[in-house]
């Protein structure tokens, strides 16, 4: 029998001394022989190992999905390994805030003058009802 079928599961190797990496999915182990990850990776890793993140501008499970193109782009970065990009790489979420006229946390939202359109409709609609709701009193009243 091979020393490798004999590893824990999350651990591969000769010896079984290396741990899967955190980013494969948890609901399959990795390959006890080489530590790839059977079952994918987490949201934001792709590759057979999930050992990087979301090539730029990408984001999700399996990298599927494209930062909003009204994330602001990032121009400058922490280390030298990093590159310019807009958004999260697991969630999507824009970095370094949303270019005028949008906002939410992917930058998605049209605002005007800073405040969200569904918010501005969404307070006339009360304002509406309660006018309406006051009509309604009054009337009753009389």
Do not use: W
């Amino acid at each position: 029998m091979s020393l490798f079928l004999d590893c824990e599961d999350y651990t591969y190797g000769s010896g079984c001394v290396h741990q899967c990496s955190e980013k494969c999915s948890r609901d399959v182990p990795c390959d006890k022989r080489d530590g790839s990850c059977l079952g994918g990776c987490t949201s934001g890793y792709p590759g057979q190992f999930c050992d990087q993140q979301c090539p730029n501008n990408t984001y999700g499970l399996r990298c599927s999905n494209t930062c909003s193109p009204t994330c602001v782009l990032r121009t400058t970065s922490s280390s030298a390994s990093d590159t310019p990009r807009r958004c999260h790489h697991e969630t999507g979420t824009c970095l370094d805030g949303c270019v005028e006229g949008y906002g939410g946390v992917t930058c998605s939202e049209r605002v005007s003058d800073g405040f969200p359109v569904g918010v501005i409709i969404g307070l006339v609609i009360v304002i509406v009802l309660l006018i309406g709701a006051l009509v309604i009193v009054l009337v009753i009243c009389r």
